[in-house]
């Protein structure tokens, strides 16, 4: 339903100008709930933007239901934005608030009086419909602002990393609300986040953006274990990169005494591994066996992070999950072999770290 | 008296002991003058100035109606209520141009990058370092009837005679907007300043259209600011006396100038002693109405 084709967008003039996006291009389907995550400056509030209409691209074109709005102004979009600060008008009561689209839009008072009490109903607020916005709590206000966004029936919610302002619980609580206010509107949303975590946990898709540019579109559980570069592999959850060699088939690795066989073009290659598929000690056939010592262990509840480091100093970690009556998977400074199982290796083109 | 009583009586001597200087101050230069203004208000007035002490409600009586001299006959004082309507008038007026003139002003430079402000405000407070009597004059100079006005208008053809504008109600206006514009933009400045333009744009994501924005939610959150500068510039402009002396001489004369005039030539110091009551009486009018409105923005 929304194709973004080739949209650039760039700040300032001349030779003072900064790009904050490279010729960006995707799809988003109906009912779809996209992420766009990266880190701070990586372009992905820019897109959000553009996408709102609160800036036009430098080039490019933003196609919803088959008509290109990049130049339509924002008033004029059926793409409604929930803001990172929330931005609710704090003269208003919370009824207003959610009200005030459809006062724009000219809708008769009943209608607007109706659909403001499914909303709130929607976002469990009814009974703070006539309290100022400043009166609410962080949680609530995000609420009233999803209420106020959902009110005018937008094509479209996009959100700016709503749940930042929020403390640890209340930010999982609004995930899950968050997700079941998607399912059952049947809305397409645009998410923004730098949270890995919550990207992973909500999303159908995910953008990984880092410089400007689209790194990979999957689904989660395809970015965690194909990760389509090293940028991405190692955004995404905890990540071992090791550089190694591939020719005619087999990868060598300088700290592993026998190569392995793969299926990968010829050349300098970076390896990754996540740390929960190192396995300590021997395992079977095919998989890399490595010497490497055991630096630190750290103890993590539901599992335990042994921090390696190979024969030639390069560190390597593992996560061990703890059993009931475990104890400790080693000891420190002991020398182990630990061993990476063939279809836990990932390969990935060399780069520049 | 147990311990607590005690306690309780020597904290509240401690306050008292406290407020002391506040409360010495504003008696000696807020109440006593006022007390003098009230009691000679209902004074006869001395033969030379002063008054005499004898009570008498004809300041009082003066404020609204004449005495015939002759026949004792009473009627409405068309002077004064004249001097009363045009002041009233003449300060609305002032404080309608200068939030004309002043909301896209203040307007302009709280939307000015945070570093060009600093300048834009200078330039605003500059007029503040003059003497009020020179500035005053200054504008004298610019319409008087071989003033710079004129004189453009005469040499571009567009008069054939020079206009009268001293000495007029315009003059006063002219004199006092100019006087007073600055109360107007500092305190709508402070309060545009202070507006989150992110609520504009939540506005204008949510189908509002530019003037429904600036309707529906720029100006109520502006609002305090605007009714502040109205406050700063209706009040003194009710009361102003050095402009509308200068700017209206004796043809177009405010309450100030009356007042002044019972107190000096006039000799009549119960009626001067009145006549700044009824002035305080307009302005504590004014200010209730701006509690109520203020109060209001704050309700709905």
């Not at chain 1, 339903?1 to 760039?10: A, C, G, I, Q, Y």
């Not at chain 1, 389907?29 to 553009?50: D, V």
């Not at chain 2, 177009?252 to 009145?274: D, H, I, K, T, Y």
Request: proline share 6%; with cysteine; hydrophobic share 45%.
């Amino acid at each position: 339903m929304l194709d973004l084709r080739n949209l650039t967008k760039s700040f300032g003039k001349g030779d003072s100008a900064v790009t904050a996006l490279h010729e960006v291009s995707f799809s988003i389907a109906e009912g779809e709930f996209f992420t766009l995550l990266g880190p701070s400056g990586c372009g992905k509030t820019t897109l959000l933007r553009l996408i709102a209409g609160f800036e036009p691209p430098s080039g490019g074109q933003l196609v919803l239901d088959g008509k290109d709005i990049a130049q339509m102004p924002p008033n004029r979009r059926p793409v409604n934005t929930v803001f990172q600060n929330y931005a609710l008008f704090p003269h208003m009561t919370v009824a207003e608030n959610v009200g005030f689209a459809l006062g724009a839009q000219g809708r008769p008072k009943a209608e607007i009086a109706d659909t403001v009490a499914r909303m709130l109903d929607l976002v469990r607020l009814s009974h703070l419909a006539q309290r100022k916005s400043g009166e609410l709590s962080g949680g609530q206000q995000q609420r009233v602002a999803l209420a106020r966004a959902l009110a005018p029936k937008p094509r479209i919610l996009l959100l700016d990393e709503p749940l930042s302002a929020l403390d640890m619980q209340l930010r999982k609580e609004m995930q899950v609300e968050l997700k079941r206010l998607q399912q059952e509107t049947g809305l397409t949303f645009i998410f923004v986040t730098h949270d890995q975590e919550e990207a992973l946990t909500m999303s159908d898709r995910i953008a990984v953006m880092n410089g400007g540019r689209i790194q990979q579109i999957a689904t989660p559980r395809d970015l965690y274990d194909q990760p389509a570069n090293r940028f991405v592999a190692g955004f995404i959850g905890e990540t071992n990169f090791l550089s190694a060699t591939c020719a005619g088939g087999q990868l060598t690795l300088p700290q592993a005494a026998t190569p392995v066989t793969v299926e990968y073009a010829d050349g300098p290659v970076t390896l990754m591994v996540r740390p929960e598929h190192v396995v300590l000690g021997t395992s079977q056939p095919g998989a890399l066996t490595l010497a490497a010592t055991v630096e630190r262990l750290v103890y993590f509840g539901t599992d335990t992070h042994v921090h390696l480091h190979l024969a030639d100093g390069s560190p390597l970690v593992a996560r061990v999950q703890n059993g009931l009556r475990g104890g400790q998977p080693c000891r420190e400074g002991e020398s182990l072999t630990v061993s990476l199982p063939g279809e836990a290796m990932r390969l990935l083109p060399q780069e520049a770290a | 008296m147990d311990a607590e009583a005690r306690a309780l009586q020597a904290d509240t001597r401690r306050r008292w002991g406290l407020a002391l200087p506040a409360v010495v101050i504003i008696t000696l230069f807020s109440i006593l003058p006022l007390a003098v203004v009230v009691v000679y208000s209902f004074l006869a007035p001395g033969d030379f100035g002063g008054v005499r002490w004898q009570f008498s409600l004809e300041g009082w009586f003066s404020v609204l109606f004449e005495r015939d001299i002759f026949d004792d006959t009473v009627s409405l004082s068309d002077a004064h209520l004249t001097i009363l309507g045009r002041s009233v008038a003449l300060s609305l007026a002032t404080t309608l141009i200068t939030l004309i003139l002043g909301v896209p002003t203040a307007w302009f430079i709280a939307t000015r990058p945070a570093h060009q402000r600093a300048f834009w405000l200078f330039l605003i407070t500059i007029p503040f370092w003059t003497n009020l009597l020179v500035r005053t004059i200054a504008v004298q100079e610019m319409i008087r009837a071989d003033g710079v006005f004129n004189r453009l208008f005469l040499s571009l053809g567009l008069i054939d005679a020079p206009i009268q504008m001293m000495f007029t109600n315009f003059a006063v206006l002219v004199g006092m907007a100019y006087v007073f514009l600055p109360l107007m933009v500092l305190p709508v400045y402070a309060a545009i300043e202070r507006f989150d333009f992110r609520l504009a744009e939540a506005g204008y994501d949510l189908y509002a259209s530019r003037l429904y924005c600036l309707r529906k939610v720029i100006l109520p959150m502006v609002r305090p600011g605007i009714i502040a500068g109205s406050i700063l510039v209706f009040v003194p402009s009710l009361g102003a006396y050095v402009t509308p002396r200068i700017m209206g001489g004796g043809k177009s004369m405010m309450l100030g100038n009356l007042v002044e005039m019972q107190f000096g030539q006039g000799r009549n110091w119960p009626l001067g002693a009145a006549l700044a009551l009824t002035l305080t009486a307009l302005v504590v009018v004014a200010l209730v109405w701006y509690t109520r409105l203020t109060a209001g923005g704050r309700r709905g």
